[in-house]
C-alpha cells in the first residue's frame, strides 16, 4: 500500500482528522476546527465547554466558545503524549481555527492521529485530559471575595461554604461561584439550583445549600446584588 493509500484509509478511518502528503517529504495531520460539518460540527466542542463551566466562565460570548480553539487543541494533544520520545519529532503550526500538526515520520504521524482521535471519541475521558490540560496554565483563584452587597442567599451559601473549605470567587449573571482548591467547584443562582464539578466537599453542601433556599425568602435579584468579579 502506497502513502496515498495510506492516506485514503486514514481519512476514512479517522473522521474528522485528515492526513496530507505536501509532496517534499512532510505530513501534516489535520482538524479544521471552522470547516466541520455535519455530525462533526462541534467534535470535541463539549470537553471545552465543560472546562469552562469548571472554571466558572461563559460557555459562549453570545456568538462563539470560549474554549476549544486550535491552539488549545494543541496543548491537549501534547499532553495526551507528554513523555513520549516520538512527540519530539512532530511541529505545530496550528491557528485559531484549527489544528495542525506535521512531521516527516508519516508511522508516527498517523498512529498519533489514530490514538488521539479514539481518545476524542471517549467523552468522558477526553473531558478530563482537556481539564486537566488547559488547568495547569490557570493560577488558582485564590482571592477572598467580600460578601458585602450579596442577596440574603447568596451571603448565606458564602458563609456556609468559607466554613467548609471554599472560596468565592463572586456573582456574576446571576449566579454565585466557588471554588476549591484553585479550581472551579460550584455555581449557584438565587433558584437554588446548582451546577458543580463532583468532588466530595460538593455534595456535602449540597443538602445544606437547598435548605438555606428554603428558609430565606427569595429575594429581587435587580436589586441588593452587587457584582463581585
Not at 461554604?161 to 438565587?190: H, N, Q, S
Amino acid at each position: 500500500m502506497d502513502i496515498r493509500q495510506q492516506i485514503k484509509k486514514f481519512d476514512e478511518e479517522n473522521k474528522p482528522f485528515y492526513m496530507v502528503d505536501h509532496g517534499d517529504g512532510e505530513y501534516s495531520l489535520c482538524l479544521p476546527l471552522s470547516s466541520l460539518k455535519g455530525e462533526y460540527s462541534d467534535f470535541g466542542q463539549e470537553a471545552f465547554n465543560q472546562y469552562a463551566v469548571r472554571a466558572g466562565e461563559p460557555v459562549t460570548d453570545g456568538r462563539f466558545y470560549t474554549h476549544g480553539d486550535g491552539y488549545e487543541w494543541e496543548h491537549v494533544f501534547e499532553k495526551t503524549f507528554e513523555g513520549e520520545e516520538n512527540l519530539k519529532k512532530i511541529s505545530f503550526d496550528c491557528e485559531a481555527g484549527g489544528f495542525f500538526c506535521y512531521s516527516n515520520d508519516f508511522e508516527i504521524l498517523a498512529e498519533y492521529g489514530r490514538r488521539f482521535r479514539e481518545i476524542c471519541m471517549k467523552e468522558q475521558e477526553f473531558t478530563e485530559l482537556v481539564c486537566s490540560a488547559l488547568s495547569e496554565d490557570r493560577q488558582p483563584v485564590e482571592e477572598e471575595i467580600s460578601t458585602e452587597g450579596m442577596t440574603p442567599f447568596f451571603s448565606a451559601v458564602a458563609e456556609l461554604a468559607k466554613d467548609k473549605g471554599f472560596k468565592l470567587k463572586g456573582v456574576k449573571d446571576g449566579a454565585l461561584t466557588l471554588t476549591l482548591k484553585g479550581e472551579f467547584a460550584v455555581m449557584v443562582d438565587e433558584t437554588g439550583a446548582i451546577n458543580y464539578h463532583p468532588h466530595n466537599e460538593v455534595f456535602d453542601i449540597m443538602h445544606e445549600v437547598s435548605e438555606l433556599r428554603k428558609s430565606i425568602p427569595l429575594e429581587d435579584t435587580a436589586q441588593g446584588m452587587q457584582m463581585n468579579m
